[in-house]
């Protein structure tokens, strides 16, 4: 069992930067690749980017590539998405998830989500 819990959502103009976190719990937190996810109003979820369990391979969304950037420190249990030159279509909940094994961008491949944290770009 993991539980996810994403912070560091706000209100940010576009062009600013803000970085999430997600916190997971659990002693086997190396042993899962990571993703992140959005879902806009009256939108499905959609892939942002997703990283292997050691870290070594990373995964963007072409709208986001060169914008954001996935990290992880396996010994505090937490993955980080840095992003920068925000647009207001970046507008929306934010979720990390966890998959067991091999990295997928399909979000029914993750076995675990947090609970999400709203991202807000104004224009």
């Known amino acids: 069992q993991v539980q996810l819990v994403e912070s560091g959502g706000g209100l940010v103009q576009a062009g600013g930067s803000l970085r999430l976190s997600c ?28 990283i292997s369990w050691s870290g070594g391979r990373t995964y963007y969304a072409d709208s986001v590539k060169g914008r954001f950037t996935i990290s992880r420190h396996n010994a505090k249990n937490t993955v980080y998405l840095q992003m920068n ?13 966890a998959v067991r094994g091999t990295v997928v961008a399909d979000p029914r491949g993750y076995d675990y989500w947090g609970q999400g944290t709203q991202v807000t770009v104004s224009s």
Do not use: I, N
């Open 85 to 97: 030159s925000l647009k207001p279509e970046d507008t929306a909940v934010y979720y990390c998830a």
């Open 23 to 50: 916190a997971a719990s659990g002693r086997t937190f190396s042993s899962y690749a990571m993703g992140w996810f959005r879902q806009a109003p009256g939108k499905e979820r959609e892939f942002v980017a997703a």
